[in-house]
């Protein structure tokens, strides 16, 4: 069996919290301590290098220990524009994506990605739950960035437009544990502070 190859995880933080009255989700608080902090703690044991993309509050973030850096492309552009600026910046040969809004994310969500992606060849896994793909959560091979260099510069914007020019496999995990939830809402966060985790 070849070894892994090694993944550089980042934690899509870049986003404009709307939904939520246009704060930054990932400094929002779920039992005492930002949501970014709860995934930090579930991806990190998975990956080889572990990164931060936000648009804001970039000292705040960086306490964390993580570097930190911004999307490449203005005005929020969603989050591919983030998922660009990581793929230039990872050192490693593939990139796990995981929202800042997410923090119950599977403890085995990059390895089965990964075996899936090495299995099928492909480059990009997606994690998928019954019928629906979680996009934003996903294994991406670096050298794809001249082909998402492409598509943004083309105007896409849409993430499940661009996965679907790449050759892609989807990955079926189970949702017990509402692992694939992600919170959008105040009402959403009082939701998941429910859940016995
Ligand atoms: N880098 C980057 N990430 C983004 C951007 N927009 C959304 N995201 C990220 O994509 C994931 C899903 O984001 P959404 O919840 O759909 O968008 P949001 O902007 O955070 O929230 P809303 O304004 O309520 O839609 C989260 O991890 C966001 O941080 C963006 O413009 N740039």
Redesign the pocket.
């Known amino acids: 069996m070849s070894a892994r190859e090694k993944i550089t995880g980042v934690i899509?933080?870049?986003?404009?919290?709307?939904?939520?009255g246009?704060v930054d989700?990932?400094l929002v608080e779920l039992r005492g301590r930002p949501m970014a902090e709860w995934v930090i703690e579930r991806l990190r044991p998975q990956v080889d290098e572990l990164i931060i993309?936000a648009?804001q509050n970039a000292e705040r973030y960086a306490t964390f220990g993580y570097p930190v850096f911004p999307?490449d492309i203005g005005g929020?552009?969603?989050?591919l524009?983030?998922l660009h600026?990581a793929l230039s910046r990872a050192q490693h040969p593939l990139v796990a994506t995981a929202?800042?809004?997410s923090p119950f994310l599977p403890e085995d969500l990059v390895e089965r990605l990964y075996r899936a992606l090495d299995a099928a060849g492909a480059e990009l896994a997606v994690a998928r739950t019954f019928d629906q793909p979680h996009p934003?959560f996903c294994l991406c091979r670096r050298d794809v960035l001249p082909h998402l260099d492409e598509f943004l510069a083309s105007g896409g914007r849409k993430i499940d437009f661009w996965y679907a020019t790449l050759k892609i496999i989807e990955v079926q995990f189970d949702d017990k544990e509402a692992a694939f939830r992600?919170i959008?809402t105040r009402d959403e966060l009082d939701d998941v502070d429910r859940i016995d985790r």
Request: contains cysteine.
């Open positions: 899509l933080a870049g986003g404009q919290g709307r939904r939520m246009s989700k990932g993309n648009n999307d929020f552009a969603g989050p524009a983030g600026a929202p800042c809004d934003v992600n959008n």
